[in-house]
């Protein structure tokens, strides 16, 4: 059994794009209807780049400087994982930790994980460098102000099971 097929872990839909499309926009405006409607939605951001929260002198940075290959930041509502896997975490496992309520996860980026994918289109952004996203997992094609097409689609496909 795949973790896609894992009854624990809620529906994961993929929205890409390159920078600048409106992706982050999207999600914003489908969150907010789905979360009106009553729907449990969870997001996951994905940061291409390496994220540097670590500030130099505090206590994490020098456990991690001291070598820790895995260091976990615990606060009353927050958690911040930096670790030296360059695979990083698996996304599932992470999303059965962390949203283990949600009727619905969606994440912003993650284009080559295999999850179904919306693949958000502007025309005024053309990046060569920009890989597209597998087409066996895009569900739809949609441009950014697209929020009703996406949420029907969502909730056909997702939430009314």
């Avoid at 540097?52 to 820790?68: F, H, I, M, P, V």
């Avoid at 030296?84 to 996860?105: I, S, T």
């Avoid at 920009?130 to 496909?157: F, K, Q, S, Y």
Wanted: proline content about 4%; some cysteine; hydrophobic content about 35%.
């Amino acid at each position: 059994m795949s973790d896609e097929d894992d009854a624990t872990t809620p529906p994961l839909v993929s929205f890409v794009a390159p920078s600048g499309t409106g992706k982050t926009t999207l999600l914003q405006s489908v969150i907010e209807r789905l979360s009106a409607d009553g729907y449990r939605v969870a997001s996951v951001k994905h940061d291409a780049h390496r994220i540097e929260l670590d500030t130099e002198g505090k206590d994490s940075w020098r456990l991690r400087e001291a070598g820790s290959q895995d260091t976990l930041l615990v606060g009353r509502n927050q958690i911040l994982w930096m670790g030296e896997d360059n695979d990083g975490p698996d996304l599932h496992a992470l999303v059965r930790l962390f949203c283990p309520k949600a009727d619905l996860v969606l994440v912003e980026g993650f284009r080559s994980a295999g999850l179904k994918t919306v693949w958000v289109q502007r025309s005024e952004i053309d990046d060569r460098t920009w890989a597209e996203p597998d087409r066996r997992n895009v569900i739809a094609t949609v441009g950014p102000n697209d929020t009703e097409m996406v949420v029907d689609l969502l909730v056909d496909h997702y939430l009314n099971k």
